[in-house]
């Protein structure tokens, strides 16, 4: 094993610094109350939500886990969407009620129009997210011992 006398790059003291750039997000949690709109998918079932508080200049997804793989799917888009409605300085409301105009959501869904809602705080919206969601049930343990 090389000692930091064989290589002095092995004693640098290395530091980690933030560097300047990148996507600017909105914050990810609020404890103040959230407005919401949610989004359907192609069938009419919700996807999940999305969410916005100005207090806390704050705005994101909930998935509305009984939908499936599809509504982690959506999720992307959305965020890639309010990612951007963020690097203009957007509002979050204001990035909402621009999102829920947005009819180009493909699989991703659209806003359900007249959704528009006011939740007392995000984890009661997360909550609302888990409705009708059962997970799956453990799995048996493969049985130890040798196989033959």
Known sequence: MASSKDNPRLAEDMQLRLLE??????????DKPVVYVS???????????LWASDADDAA???????????????AGYW??????AK?????PSQALEELSADADGG???????????TAASLQELQDKGLEGWEPSPPQPEPPRGRRR
């Open 87 to 91: 690097s203009r300085a957007v509002p």
């Open 21 to 30: 750039g990148g996507p600017v997000d909105y914050n990810y949690s609020t």
């Open 39 to 49: 989004v359907a998918g192609g069938d009419g079932g919700v996807l999940g939500y």
């Open 107 to 117: 699989r991703a869904g659209q806003v359900v129009p007249a959704s528009r809602r």
């Open 79 to 84: 965020l890639m969407k309010m990612r951007s």
């Open 60 to 74: 994101g997804w909930v998935e509305h886990r009984a939908a499936g793989p599809a509504a982690a799917q959506a």
